[in-house]
């Protein structure tokens, strides 16, 4: 099996510390708010490469930490005259809610970052005392960057190109401009824990250091999460661990690609910001995990009605090409031969869920040539060790189409009286309502038929 390494920007056979054993870190949500289209695709493509590593025999302790004390959910309760913990409770079990549908297997552990806060001042304290980190006249403590040989190795970023560029905040209290805060000095109103460095609350950065440090050890095999976390989150990480313990921190790297909204970033400024909630409630939600797979995890992925529309066909073929047949969901796979050896060969080149998909199509067109039982389970077995085809037949069909054909009939004779009016801007709607709830209309000579997307 080979992973891209962030750290070394190439591809590495992986061997873990353990053999058999993995252990893996993920960086989870921030709970304020409802988790986005980018926190779905980070936790689909880290669930995928988790039941892979299943898959493949290996027992998988993984960590994914919840960051429930920052600047945001301060001020997000504030605005709601609610205390901090209710909040974050709320959308926790929100969190979970969404990720459930997307076939997201929760955890082994998940942390919250307020449960180790003696474990980061251990660390902080550590950091004092070996000269990397320092306390200002604010009573901020905060983490002297240049002091750490090598920062900027996993982002490919230098000091000197950093400070040039001013891509840092300018503070003051700070020994240098680059260093960033291990502990900030309590405000008035804020909530806040006793420290010998005074009352205060933990920095951003701390929390992951040391949660991963005390449930998976100084050293583990692999750390995960977006790419916009490689600098200056993960960076941060590693200048404190490593300071902290003097080994390496993580073995392997890994940071799945961007996610775009039609071509463009999503963003709340240019109105096209969706919540994941947003999206589950218009789209099936394997529809919707099956589109993310279908992109290779370290590529942009572009978010599109089309796209969308273009997956659930696919996903639908899948499941039409199993529907003759009753499952026997225990049979076991034979790696070394046939369509098993080329999509084992696919998912072990660095989780290429893309190239492994294309193996399930294959044994789509090669079930309707010939009708094969063994195909069909094979088929099956295949598309669940990476989170697909979970559900019962019956069960897919019935939940594709939420409108009625006897309502699709009454829209397309809409659309044609729209037509014939030179309505176009109303018959375009009829089609795209439609469309979005997994309804493809087909003009034909003969008239306008219908299927499901």
Same mark, same amino acid.
């Given at each position: 099996m080979k992973i891209y390494n962030s750290f070394t920007r190439q591809k590495e056979e992986f061997v873990p510390i353990e053999k058999n054993q993995i252990k893996m870190y993920v960086c989870g949500q921030t709970v304020y708010d409802y988790c986005h289209l980018g926190h779905a695709r980070k936790s689909v493509v880290f669930d995928m490469v988790r039941r892979w590593f299943i898959a493949s025999d290996y027992m998988v302790s993984y960590v994914e930490n919840i960051t429930d004390i920052d600047d945001k959910i301060i001020n997000r309760a504030i605005e709601n005259k609610e205390d901090i913990n209710t909040l974050t409770s709320r959308f926790i079990a929100y969190m979970h809610e969404d990720f459930d549908k997307l076939g997201i297997i929760r955890p082994d552990l998940e942390p919250r970052a307020t449960e180790y806060i003696p474990q980061m001042l251990n660390i902080i304290e550590s950091l004092i005392e070996k000269g990397y980190a320092y306390q200002a006249s604010n009573g901020d403590v905060y983490y002297a960057v240049r002091k750490f040989v090598g920062y900027g190795q996993l982002s490919g970023k230098t000091l000197d190109s950093l400070r040039a560029g001013e891509r840092v905040e300018v503070d003051t209290n700070k020994q240098d401009p680059l260093d960033f805060v291990l502990w900030k000095a309590s405000k008035q109103g804020e909530p806040f824990w006793e420290s010998k460095f005074g009352n205060g609350r933990p920095g951003w950065h701390i929390e992951c250091s040391a949660m991963s440090e005390e449930l998976l050890g100084k050293n583990f095999d692999i750390h995960g999460g977006g790419q916009d976390l490689q600098f200056p989150h993960h960076e941060n990480e590693i200048a404190q661990s490593e300071a902290h313990n003097s080994c390496k921190f993580a073995n392997y790297w890994m940071h799945n690609g961007f996610l775009n909204?039609?071509?463009? %970033? @999503?963003? =709340?400024?240019?109105?096209?910001?969706?919540? !994941?909630? /947003?999206?589950?409630? %218009?789209?099936?939600?394997?529809?919707?995990?099956?589109? @993310?797979?279908?992109?290779?995890?370290?590529?942009?992925?572009?978010?599109?009605?089309?796209?969308?529309?273009?997956?659930?066909?696919?996903?639908?073929?899948?499941?039409?090409?199993?529907?003759?047949?009753?499952?026997? =969901?225990?049979?076991? #796979?034979? &790696?070394? #031969?046939?369509?098993?050896?080329?999509?084992?060969?696919?998912?072990? /080149? /660095?989780?290429?869920? *893309?190239? *492994?998909?294309?193996?399930?199509?294959?044994?789509?067109?090669? #079930?309707?040539?010939?009708?094969? +039982?063994?195909? *069909?389970?094979?088929?099956?077995? !295949?598309?669940?060790?990476? $989170?697909?085809?979970?559900?019962?037949?019956?069960?897919?069909?019935?939940?594709?189409? %939420?409108?009625?054909?006897?309502?699709?009939?009454?829209?397309?004779?809409?659309? +044609?009286?729209?037509?014939?009016?030179?309505?176009?801007?109303?018959?375009?709607? #009829?089609?795209? /309502?439609?469309?979005? +709830?997994?309804?493809?209309?087909?003009? =034909?000579?003969? $008239?306008?038929? &219908?299927?499901?997307?």
């Open positions: 909204i039609n071509d463009e %970033k @999503m963003s =709340k400024s240019l109105g096209n910001f969706f919540t !994941l909630r /947003d999206v589950l409630d %218009k789209y099936d939600a394997e529809t919707i995990r099956f589109f @993310m797979l279908r992109t290779h995890y370290r590529s942009p992925l572009n978010f599109s009605h089309d796209g969308l529309s273009d997956a659930k066909g696919g996903l639908t073929r899948l499941y039409t090409a199993i529907k003759p047949y009753t499952i026997n =969901k225990d049979e076991h #796979i034979d &790696w070394n #031969i046939g369509y098993a050896s080329k999509f084992k060969q696919a998912m072990d /080149d /660095d989780f290429n869920t *893309a190239l *492994a998909i294309s193996v399930l199509f294959e044994i789509v067109s090669q #079930i309707n040539k010939e009708p094969n +039982q063994q195909l *069909a389970e094979l088929l099956v077995m !295949l598309s669940r060790s990476i $989170g697909l085809l979970t559900r019962e037949v019956k069960e897919f069909f019935n939940s594709s189409s %939420k409108i009625s054909p006897k309502l699709i009939e009454e829209q397309i004779k809409n659309r +044609q009286i729209a037509k014939q009016n030179k309505d176009f801007a109303l018959a375009d709607k #009829i089609r795209n /309502d439609l469309l979005e +709830q997994g309804i493809i209309l087909e003009d =034909k000579p003969t $008239g306008t038929i &219908w299927r499901n997307g």
